[in-house]
């Protein structure tokens, strides 16, 4: 697997960190293959429970790098196959049973958006600034920023940053719905390792209790678009039901049936 994107796992907590810190962390061709190959293999194994996405350097990702797009890419088709490779590995967090947790620090712009709201749970930095800014270089918005951000923030705000060269602050950004907690320190590599710490806790906190619970109640909500209001409801009473016939389900319910009787409540 290629050093633009790492991969490990580590007692259930696969961890894909963004490896191109010089540019901030932005894809070209190399980055979205590894990227694609490291959230494939995510999802697929049956020893992650929950999946960390963070970065190294200043920033957490710019998008799409605009450089090597000026000087490498030939076509609006290159362009499209490009995100498409992309769009491969955020089809498979958003659409798997695995909760995912992102640590932004720093900058999250363009197609980083898009990978921010790959993550069912975001916490970011006191510096953390977070916009969209395709316009600024005559390009419209992909890598899921469309199909996710009015889902998370609403239309119209939205249409304002999509519409707009603005970027976010980190209490705005946790306002709007875009980011879950705001972590600070006193300078900025400081804050960017009490993010990635944050974060990880929050995986562990997964993983150490229902994280097959969490991970379909993630996936309940996540693919809740796709069907009707009645399909919902059946899915729900599907789902539940499975959840019950399992190992883990059963001792919960003893443990808190049992406490329950001894506290009279």
């Known amino acids: 697997m290629s050093d633009a994107v790492l991969f490990t796992v580590d007692e259930g907590l696969a961890r894909l960190t963004l490896n191109r810190p010089a540019s901030l962390n932005a894809f070209n061709a190399e980055v979205a293959h590894a990227w694609r190959d490291a959230t494939t293999e995510a999802v697929s194994r049956d ?3 929950a999946i960390l996405i963070d970065a190294r350097g200043r920033a957490f990702c710019a998008g799409g790098d ?3 797009m000026a000087t490498n890419t030939g076509s609006g088709a290159e362009l499209t196959a490009f995100a498409r490779v992309i769009n491969d590995g955020i089809l498979a967090l958003t659409s798997s049973a695995i909760p995912v947790v992102a640590a932004a620090h720093g900058t999250t712009a363009g197609g980083g958006l898009g990978i921010l709201m790959c993550s069912d749970y975001a916490v970011v930095g006191g510096r953390s600034q977070i ?3 395709y316009a600024n270089i005559g390009l419209t918005p992909d890598l899921s920023v469309s199909a996710q951000l009015a889902r998370a923030i609403g ?3 939205a249409l304002q940053l999509v ?3 603005r970027l976010l602050t980190a209490s705005e950004a946790q306002e709007w719905g875009l980011a879950a907690e705001v972590v600070e320190a006193d300078d900025a590599e400081a804050e960017a390792d009490a993010v990635r710490a944050r974060a990880e806790q929050i995986a562990r906190f997964w993983l150490a209790g229902a994280a097959a619970a969490y991970g379909q109640a993630k996936r309940l909500v996540r693919s809740q678009p796709a069907r009707g209001f009645a399909e ?3 899915e729900e009473a599907v789902t539940i039901g499975a959840s019950f016939d399992t190992p883990d389900a059963a001792a919960r319910i003893a443990a808190f049936a049992a ?3 001894r506290t009279g409540r």
């Open 47 to 49: 020893d992650v429970g």
């Open 66 to 68: 605009v450089r090597e």
């Open 131 to 133: 916009g969209s800014l």
């Open 155 to 157: 239309e119209r705000r």
């Open 163 to 165: 519409l707009q060269d």
């Open 232 to 234: 919902q409801l059946e």
């Open 259 to 261: 406490a329950s009787a």
